[in-house]
């Protein structure tokens, strides 16, 4: 596995920082120093500009009107806009649609599905929320049970999802549905397309542990999808969606690098602003961060070196997963220790709130703290939580033998 | 950057694996009755004395990754061995003194093993306060004092001495002097003291000029210690995995349960952190020798600690069978936890990187 940084990614990198300067803001200090409402206003004008410019859709073909461009040049393009504290992906939903529901319709779609999705999600027309877990089905989530049935040419779905990051501005939603009642388990699944904006379609805010609501609950009743908004075969939900989960991890580890680089900066400034940078104690928690940190750098220097050579990123991204969730739970709590008694009361300008690592800009104040710490909770549970990526790589990676799981129901 | 080894160095690794195959009980022996075949094989056959040493000195070529891969895998096998302490530790200091020239020739022929005597009872890696002395007498100089925790101390032809000369912190090359062995607790690597009594030194390197360049000799020492402690972690894991797979016990594989499953998957991640590290710091070494320093700190610090988790979750996996002295395991244990003492304690590299980050000006603390 060798990782070039070859002469074409270097020219690529300085294109992108030259797009960069000529097109932020005067005196852009990073997303994080908008108010929620300067943000709303900074956020469609700055997709626009990226969909002008080429930037939109990076990874996809350009016939589908994206870039083409190869994992190496989309690691350098996300980690150069996170230094800046811009964003690639500007609508809460973007994520969604680039990142997840778009690759899986190139990869499993039909040609009519990818010359009908693709440009829209490019436009901002579509915005995707994703329906995986179910209040019953979380870390287990192919015991899920809403359902789908076909009656005439449409899907009729019912039941629930729940964890909808940005589930309030999406207008649909991919739903994993139980579609072939008489399979076991993975096997009766398929993955639907579904207009949100029906009367069968509720969805309802889910107030967490920060105060604010960040995720939404959907409910379906009798909500209706075309018959043709399957994507893959009946059945192949389960295989569908989860493939491609592995290769988003892959390219987005030199992102989250580059936001812990910058979370961490921010740590040290609050370090030094609190004259605690004589403390023992905190010169080592601060070295084991940084370690910490600059270790992702080279794990995630090896998962580009190992896709770049055409490996297929497999349960292996799980240690990413663990990795970044637990040690971010950590600085996070080290950000209230050092703040003291502080850490007790909420005080100054928390900052425009999200979920992930705060983006450049961001004050460095109580508020802004606490709301890391507290969201810090969920990263060790969204996206499969560290137990449930521990059993992965147990399992997956050292070969240990399954848990037995009661009446055979193997995944 | 590269992650996995080339073909050479692919070849290379094969080659020590059979070997130390054939000396399968070489690190248990060196419990009772060391086994010096072992190194006699390596330099002759394999010819590990060469490698990493630049071409003019009649080595393989300056490339520290070298180094990386056969620490590595020495380290997996508890390999008693002086390679740490001649082919590391010792060429380093030659190669970065100016002085390779007298020694180097004659250590990569295999004619002259050497060693470095750097610390005192205190084992202070900073050398703050050095109590062994040298003073000039005509061409050459007289030590008088004492050394600790110097490895292959006993068997070394030659011992690199730090002394107090009147210029300042000075290196010497030391032939004659009292050697008495240590009972190390990990007698894979043993452990000697050095007892300069009036002995004579031979100058290396510039009077009073010998912590720059102990500077840079300890940061390739570190990041080679680390290869080999993520090749004993390595190890740790694979026979606790191996373990896990086959022991039953309530009627099913003992790995089948989650309390074995996760303790090893945290190993897992540690154990990937630790090797992509080392090798990613043996790389800078040769490379990007501006983020070498903190690189070194970070992997000796990391994978100390890393290889004494992986030590320590091998013993427990492993059960009451464990902790027993037929049992390996307590070999990595103690090769884990005195490695991690051998260039100071995590602490001391934590303290060295939080120096770094902390001086640097706001937004530039890599």
């Known amino acids: 596995m060798d990782l070039a940084s070859t002469p074409r990614t270097e020219a690529f990198r300085c294109g992108v920082r030259r797009f960069l300067a000529e097109h932020l803001p005067p005196g852009w200090r990073g997303l994080g120093a908008l108010s929620v409402a300067e943000r709303a206003r900074f956020t469609p004008r700055w997709r626009e500009t990226l969909r002008e410019h080429g930037y939109l859709g990076v990874a996809w073909p350009e016939e589908y009107g994206g870039a083409g461009l190869s994992t190496l040049e989309q690691s350098a393009l996300q980690e150069e806009f996170v230094r800046a504290g811009v964003p690639l992906l500007p609508l809460p939903t973007d994520p969604f649609g680039f990142s997840l529901i778009g690759p899986t319709i190139l990869r499993w779609g039909t040609e009519e599905q990818k010359r009908h999705f693709i440009p829209r999600i490019l436009s901002g027309e579509h915005r995707w929320v994703q329906g995986y877990s179910e209040p019953d089905a979380g870390s287990d989530l192919f015991a899920l049970r809403t359902s789908a049935r076909l009656v005439d040419d449409a899907w009729v779905v019912n039941g629930q999802k729940v964890w909808q990051t940005a589930g309030d501005s999406a207008n649909w939603i991919f739903v994993l549905a139980r579609t072939e009642p008489s399979a076991a388990r993975a096997r009766g699944l398929s993955l639907l397309l579904v207009p949100i904006e029906q009367p069968g379609v509720e969805v309802r805010p889910i107030r967490t542990l920060t105060g604010e609501a960040e995720f939404c609950e959907v409910f379906f009743t009798d909500a209706r999808t075309d018959a043709g908004h399957v994507v893959g075969a009946r059945g192949d939900g389960a295989k569908v969606a989860l493939t491609l989960l592995g290769y988003e991890r892959g390219a987005a580890s030199g992102a989250l690098y580059a936001g812990y680089r910058v979370e961490l900066e921010r740590l040290i400034e609050l370090i030094r602003s609190r004259g605690l940078d004589a403390d023992a104690g905190v010169r080592r928690r601060l070295a084991w961060c940084w370690s910490k940190v600059e270790i992702l750098r080279v794990l995630g220097l090896k998962t580009l070196a190992s896709v770049q050579a055409g490996a297929t990123p497999g349960p292996e991204s799980s240690i990413l997963k663990l990795y970044a969730a637990e040690y971010h739970a950590r600085i996070t709590e080290l950000a209230l220790d050092l703040l003291g008694s502080d850490a007790m009361v909420r005080s100054g300008d928390p900052g425009a709130a999200k979920i992930g690592v705060d983006p450049l800009g961001t004050p460095n104040s109580p508020s802004a703290w606490q709301h890391a710490f507290l969201t810090a909770r969920a990263g060790t549970i969204y996206g499969g939580s560290s137990q449930i990526q521990r059993t992965t790589l147990g399992e997956q990676v050292l070969g240990l033998p399954r848990e037995p799981r009661p009446e055979g129901g193997r995944t | ?366």
């Open chain 2, 1 to 366: 950057m590269r992650f996995g080894p080339n073909e050479e160095q692919a070849a290379l690794r094969t080659a020590i694996r059979e070997m130390l195959a054939e000396h399968a009980n070489a690190a248990r022996a060196a419990y009772s009755r060391p086994d010096s075949r072992l190194w006699e094989r390596m330099t002759g056959e394999l010819g590990l004395t060469a490698v990493g040493v630049p071409e003019e000195y009649g080595g393989t070529g300056a490339n520290f990754t070298d180094v990386a891969f056969v620490q590595e895998e020495l380290g997996r096998a508890l390999a008693p061995v002086p390679f740490f302490s001649s082919v590391v530790l010792a060429t380093r200091v030659l190669l970065e003194s100016g002085d390779a020239g007298i020694l180097l020739p004659d250590m990569v022929a295999g004619k002259v093993l050497a060693t470095a005597a750097l610390v005192e009872a205190a084992g202070d890696w900073t050398f703050a306060e050095l109590s062994t002395t040298a003073r000039p007498d005509g061409d050459r100089w007289i030590l008088n004092g004492e050394k600790h925790f110097v490895t292959d101390g006993t068997t070394a032809d030659v011992l690199l001495v730090l002394a107090h000369a009147p210029q300042g912190p000075t290196l010497f090359a030391v032939r004659v002097a009292a050697r008495v062995a240590m009972d190390a607790l990990d007698a894979t690597r043993p452990l000697s003291t050095v007892i300069l009594r009036g002995s004579y030194g031979d100058l290396v390197g510039p009077p009073g000029g010998a912590l720059p360049v102990l500077d840079r000799a300890l940061r390739a020492a570190s990041i080679a210690l680390a290869c080999e402690q993520a090749g004993g972690a390595a190890a740790c894991l694979d026979m606790a995995v191996a373990y896990a797979k086959t022991r039953e016990q309530f009627g099913r594989p003992i790995g089948s349960f989650q309390a074995i499953k996760h303790l090893l998957a945290d190993v897992l991640v540690d154990n990937e952190s630790a090797s992509a590290a080392a090798l990613y710091a043996a790389w800078a070494l040769d490379h990007a020798p501006g983020e070498a320093p903190a690189l070194a700190n970070l992997c000796q610090a990391f994978n100390s600690d890393a290889y004494v988790a992986a030590a320590k979750a091998n013993i427990q996996v492993h059960g009451g069978i464990g902790f027993t002295w037929e049992h390996d395991a307590h070999l990595h244990l103690r090769r884990a936890i005195s490695a991690r003492a051998l260039l100071g304690p995590p602490e001391a590299h934590r303290e060295r990187i939080a120096d770094r980050i902390l001086s640097a000006p706001t937004g530039e603390s890599r």
